[in-house]
C-alpha cells in the first residue's frame, strides 16, 4: 500500500494522521521510531536552525542538506520537506 492509499484508508476509518517537524538525523531518527506517520522538513529551519531573519533565504541546497540529514533517520514514515521560496515560479516548474 503506498502513502496515499494508507491515507485515504486512514481517513476513511476515522484514524489521526500524526506529522511533526525534523530538521536532523538524531530528531527524524526519534520521531520515526516513535511511529509518527509523516516527517516534515520546513523552510521554517531558516530560523530555527540557521539563524536567518525569515524564511526568504532558504536555499535549495540548505533544503536539500537537511532533507538528506532526515531521510538517513527515518524508516518507515513519509518525508515531507518544503521548496524554499523562488526555486519555482509556476506549477510547471515544481514537478
Do not use: C, W
Not at 502513502?3 to 494522521?17: D, L, P, S, V, Y
Not at 511511529?35 to 531558516?46: A, C, Q, T
Not at 531573519?53 to 541546497?61: A, K
Amino acid at each position: 500500500m503506498n502513502a496515499t492509499e494508507k491515507f485515504r484508508e486512514m481517513k476513511r476509518r476515522g484514524q489521526r494522521i500524526t506529522a511533526l517537524t525534523a530538521y536532523d538525523y538524531p530528531t527524524a531518527r526519534l520521531l520515526d521510531e516513535s511511529g509518527l506517520d509523516i516527517i516534515l522538513i520546513g523552510d521554517s529551519l531558516g530560523m530555527v536552525v540557521l539563524g536567518y531573519e525569515d524564511t526568504t533565504q532558504v536555499t535549495l541546497d540548505e533544503m536539500l542538506h537537511h532533507t538528506r540529514a532526515v531521510a538517513r533517520g527515518v524508516k518507515r514514515a513519509l518525508i515531507v520537506a518544503d521548496m524554499p521560496i523562488h526555486s519555482y515560479d509556476t506549477p510547471e516548474q515544481s514537478v
